[in-house]
Structures are given as structure tokens and as C-alpha cells.
């Protein structure tokens, strides 16, 4: 009976061993993205997504909850500078190949990928960060971005992931905390309980209140700074990023301090 005992353990052990080995991002990202050729009237363009993933998968939970936070880390801190390399790629299954062998290859991505995954990966020595409701508010109000103003002298706003204030007011960029804000406004511009459409619009209305200055660069950027202090302050932006914490806590890589 004992001899049974230790083979069952050692089984388990060596099963349990190998089920850790094999739970490395990088040699999940096939099942992970995907890149397809598109055309857009006669203009062809490549179209990355990030899949389901099948339940076998020690990351399966994490990837197919947070599809737009993995796919803003993939856009916004990949090297895209083998787009046209990969333009030229006509045989689909090339191209997929290419786009896998590139993301494996680029240490910068890979790095921001195993820190979202290092809880899963190495649950002994993982250390979240912990950063702070100001911190979150900092980074979510860098989207709320006054473009332009028009002919007729009003303000043009947009919230965008490639068009914001984050490469202009962050020296040192937060991809965890960028990809959480992002997602969370996307997921929530014109949703039923937190409509940030129209706390935007409520900020861009409070602009026209003070003459912000005569020429119109002038104004702009005094603009942009106000509504990023209007976003600061506003309850219902800090109400959401706190709720969708608390539901997203358990995938993110960093601790909220409340207080």
C-alpha cells in the first residue's frame, strides 16, 4: 500500500510539474491571435484579433475575459515595424506563422505579457504592483482628448485608443494600467449604468463657460488640460474605474489602494 502511495504521489508531482512547465505565454500565442489579410474597397489591410481559447489552457480564463485589455497590450506595445513584410504574405497560413514568430520574438511584448501572466505562471514570487485611485485616473482621463476645434469654433472631442495625451504627458508608460483605463471607457462610452458619452459631453459644455484664450492653439491646449482636471474630478468616471476593478481584480496584475 505504501508503494502505491509513493508511485500515486510521484505521478501527481510529475503531472503537476509538467502542467507548470508547460504554462508559458509565449508558447500559447497561435492559439492566442490571429492575423487575416482584409480589403477594404481596393486597399488590403491586416486584421489582428485575439481568440477564444480552448478551457485545456492554463490562461484560457484570463484570455477569454479580457480579450480588448490583451489586444490593446498587442497594438500599442508590439513592434508593428514588419507590417509591409507581413502585407506582402499571401499564403494565409505564411502569414500567421510570420505574425506568431514576431510577437515570440519581441522581448518588449513579451515582457508586458508575462507580467500579466506571471499570477498564473510563478504564483510563489508574484508581487503585484500597487498603485492608487489618482494613479488610475491619471492615465483614464488621457483619452478623453480634444482634437481640434472646427471652422464654426467649437470643440471636436474623441475618445481613442491611438489618438490621446498619453505619449505627451507620460514619461514612463503603464501599459497594465493603460490597457484596464482604455478597456474600461470602451466598454462602457454609452453603457446603461456608467454613460461616459455624456459625462464628456458635460465636460466639453463646461469649456465654452471660460474664454480660454484668442488663438486657437492657444485654446486648444488650455482646453485639453481643462477637461482632463473635469475628468479628474468627475464621480462617475472614479465610480466605474472602481467598479470594473473590483470585477477585474482577479486577472490584473497590480493591487488598488483605496485609501
Known sequence: MKLILIILTIVLFTADSFSQSNCVIESEYEKIFKI???????????????NVINASSCFSELVNNNGQYINYLRTHFSDNSNYDNLTSIMDTIELQHEFIKSLKNDSSFNEVMNILTKKITDKSNYIPDTISVDDLLNIAVKY???????????????????INGIKQTEKERKPQIEAFCFT??????K???????????KGIKELYKINLGIENDDRLLRAQGAMYMFMKNNDKLKELLLSEYDNKKEYLPFVLKLN
Open 191 to 201: 453603457g446603461e449604468q456608467f454613460d461616459m458619452y455624456s459625462e464628456f459631453v
Open 36 to 50: 487575416q489579410k482584409m480589403k477594404y474597397g481596393e486597399e488590403e489591410y491586416l486584421l489582428k484579433t485575439v
Open 144 to 162: 478623453f482628448s480634444i482634437i481640434k476645434i472646427n471652422k464654426d469654433g467649437y470643440y471636436v472631442g474623441k475618445v481613442c485608443a491611438g
Open 184 to 189: 474600461t471607457l470602451l466598454s462602457n462610452y
